[in-house]
């Protein structure tokens, strides 16, 4: 991967662009910065995130903050040696979990793809600490990603979830958090989604 990369995403389903920054270090730790703009629940969502992960990237720290409909909601999620912390309270039910995947954006797909070493038909279950929007509460939710004969490909598998909020809000045709879900992701070299049917597709040129 080039020292930095900024890519662009464009909703598919419902008006919307994410932005997101990756740029390594001289150590290899990976800083991630981007912005998601929205329509959700028939208003205007702003999602502003940071996140760090190690050279091999593991997920270190998440910084985020979500505007909707008035209200401010901010996280603060971190893992270390000893395991999770969601502002500040320890979370014994996320420890199962490696990655994290946030709600809205492609660029968290790239962490288990990144940090996994992948062969041909591999097929890895994980355990997700998944960032739910608009309000920026985090369930473990359980992923399994397959690597598809063709280079680039994954499908990519959301079981359903054990402990999803039954009203959680989500967007107009998003699948639902207790529904399975499949999607063949396209990657580039770099493991950053080029294509996630039918929600999301890169912008030429990023």
Request: hydrophobic residues 40%.
């Amino acid at each position: 991967m080039q020292n930095q990369r900024t890519v662009a995403w464009a909703w598919q389903t419902s008006p919307g662009l994410d932005v997101a920054s990756v740029r390594q270090t001289a150590r290899g730790d990976v800083s991630i910065t981007g912005q998601m703009v929205s329509a959700w629940d028939d208003r205007v969502l702003q999602l502003n995130y940071r996140l760090t992960c190690d050279p091999g990237w593991v997920f270190r720290h998440l910084s985020a903050r979500a505007t909707h409909g008035g209200r401010v909601h901010e996280l603060d999620l971190r893992r270390d040696g000893e395991g999770w912390l969601a502002n500040g309270v320890v979370r014994t039910d996320l420890i199962a979990a490696v990655d994290i995947d946030i709600m809205g954006t492609p660029i968290t797909n790239t962490l288990p793809i990144r940090r996994v070493p992948w062969v041909l038909g591999a097929c890895h279950p994980f355990t997700m600490a998944y960032v739910l929007l608009p309000d920026l509460v985090v369930v473990p939710a359980r992923q399994r990603y397959t690597a598809l004969p063709t280079p680039g490909r994954y499908l990519y598998e959301s079981l359903p979830f054990a402990h999803a909020p039954a009203d959680h809000p989500t967007l107009p045709g998003y699948h639902a958090l207790k529904d399975t879900f499949t999607a063949e992701l396209e990657v580039d070299a770099d493991g950053l989604v080029v294509a996630y049917p039918p929600y999301w597709r890169r912008l030429a040129g990023c």
